[in-house]
């Protein structure tokens, strides 16, 4: 495949938003869903979003819906390995995840993961925080499809916590800029949403 193909995250329960549907919450007329397609479409050969529940929620969106295939919603990585097994039926290599709640991601991401791709193919996004410390993102990540087997297997063990998936295979990092704003800000919150609203105004980004 020539381009890489990505999977947006929107499996959550979304409790600290108040519940309902993240991914359709507007962000200064737009949903989130499509602020994070707008960023991907120029990058990706393909998108799927990751979500659980009546995939005609997302039907004006004209993409592939998929839902996690391990019962009790297990967290984003079941999302990822969706994602990974969505990717290798259509022929990719690799896969990248973005959460639905990162409406500022970067316009160059899925190059950079390809570029940043550790021994095992794995790349994670981070960005430094107002101090300078880096914090990785690895929601926001490159997956080589081969991984599949391995990570169903960690989650049917109990495993959830996405960075310690990724750190057990020596995962590149990319690093951003995060000036004028972390183009991974998570919006978890109304008051994130909130603040995410003003950066808008402020700035289109």
């Not at 994670?124 to 490159?142: F, K, N, V, Y």
Request: charged share 20%; hydrophobic share 45%; net charge negative.
């Amino acid at each position: 495949m020539k381009h890489t193909p990505a999977v947006i995250l929107a499996g959550g329960l979304s409790r600290r938003m108040g519940g309902g549907n993240k991914a359709l919450r507007m962000l200064e007329g737009e949903t989130l869903l499509a602020r994070v397609i707008a960023r991907l479409l120029p990058q990706c050969g393909q998108i799927a979003i990751n979500a659980n529940g009546d995939p005609e929620g997302f039907a004006e969106y004209g993409l592939p819906v998929i839902a996690d295939g391990i019962a009790g919603f297990a967290g984003p990585l079941a999302g990822i390995l969706a994602g990974m097994e969505w990717a290798a039926g259509e022929g990719a290599d690799s896969v990248v995840s973005v959460s639905v709640d990162t409406p500022f991601l970067p316009g160059d991401l899925v190059h950079r993961l390809r570029e940043a791709r550790g021994r095992s193919g794995v790349a994670i996004a981070a960005s430094p925080d107002e101090t300078g410390q880096l914090h990785d993102h690895p929601t926001c990540a490159l997956w080589p499809v081969t991984l599949q087997r391995e990570l169903r297997a960690a989650l049917e063990s109990g495993l959830h916590r996405v960075g310690q998936f990724a750190a057990a295979h020596d995962p590149g990092r990319a690093v951003f800029d995060s000036h004028p704003v972390d183009p991974f800000m998570n919006l978890n919150t109304p008051e994130d949403l909130a603040r995410a609203a003003g950066f808008v105004r402020a700035a289109p980004l």
